[in-house]
């Protein structure tokens, strides 16, 4: 990942089949017009990774949305990340708030997702982010700041990644914190960060995540320490998208 340029990621989640690649290639059409200055990723479902790389071409980088730790053996279901890298995947969205919660994954365990990708030769996009009961609290920063120093393995001082941070009460409902909640988090997320790997991250990516669509995305990404974007639904249509990509120029 080039560290200066903002990097606009699309997480798919479970949603795409075979005929979505029109969107690829009605968005691989529309960057080599706009020939953006971002680095822009999609994150499709295991199943489309390796028809995606084709399709997008070399100005859309693509990625996983998980990988399991180990390298290969008895995992019925999972992926490897080394599997994920032959498919042609360049990186790999780690922690997501719906595999911490829906399939229990922690702290540690992401660190170590994140060890098997940098292995592997993939980029790790590592999520962190606060519930709204913890938000409530006044707990986001502690929360925020918690997870940097257990999900972040020091394996990745020097390495390529980006880390997003993804309110949970954001995520898909239409929901969005204040430009000066956004700036708060990201300063603590930047703080932990070097704290835990050093200077050497200071102009690593931090991501924001959360509704994201184009009528917010300028605003967003003129934030201080706000180094791109992690979008969900808004990354599934290619005009979506690229209007949240035309807000990072
Ligand atoms: C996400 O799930 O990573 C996400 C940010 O979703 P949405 O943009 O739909 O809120």
């Known amino acids: 990942m080039i560290q200066t340029s903002k990097l606009i990621a ?8 075979g005929a979505s690649l029109a969107e690829v290639a009605a968005l691989r059409a529309a960057l080599a017009e706009a020939a953006p200055t971002c680095r822009v990723a ?9 028809r995606m ?3 997008a071409g070399d100005g859309v980088e693509i990625g996983g949305q998980d990988c399991r730790a180990e390298t290969h053996g008895a995992f019925t279901g999972d992926i490897s990340a080394a599997m994920l890298k032959d498919a042609g995947a360049t990186l790999v ?24 990708a940098l292995a592997a030769g993939l980029a790790p996009i590592i999520c962190v982010g606060e519930t709204l009961e ?7 920063v502690e929360v ?34 204040t430009l000066e909640q956004i700036e708060e988090v990201h ?12 200077l050497g991250v200071a102009a690593t990516p931090i991501l924001y995540g959360g509704s994201v669509k184009p009528d917010n995305a300028r605003e967003i990404l003129a934030v201080p320490e706000v180094g791109g974007a992690l979008v969900g639904g808004a990354s599934l249509k290619a005009a979506d998208f690229l209007g949240i990509i035309r807000g990072a120029q």
């Open 144 to 177: 925020v700041r918690s997870q940097i120093m257990a999900s972040l393995p020091l394996a990745l001082a020097g390495r390529d990644f980006a880390v997003a941070y993804e309110p949970v009460w954001a995520i898909g409902t239409g929901l969005t914190p």
């Open 10 to 17: 699309g997480n798919w989640k479970m949603n795409g089949l």
């Open 53 to 55: 790389a084709r399709a």
């Open 134 to 140: 913890q938000r409530e609290a006044g707990r986001a």
């Open 187 to 198: 300063r603590a997320v930047r703080a932990a960060m070097i704290e835990r790997l050093g």
């Open 42 to 50: 999609l994150c499709p479902p295991a199943t489309l990774v390796e």
């Open 93 to 116: 969205i780690l922690g997501h708030s719906e595999r911490r919660q829906g399939h229990g994954e922690t702290d540690a365990l992401v660190a170590s997702k994140a060890e098997a």
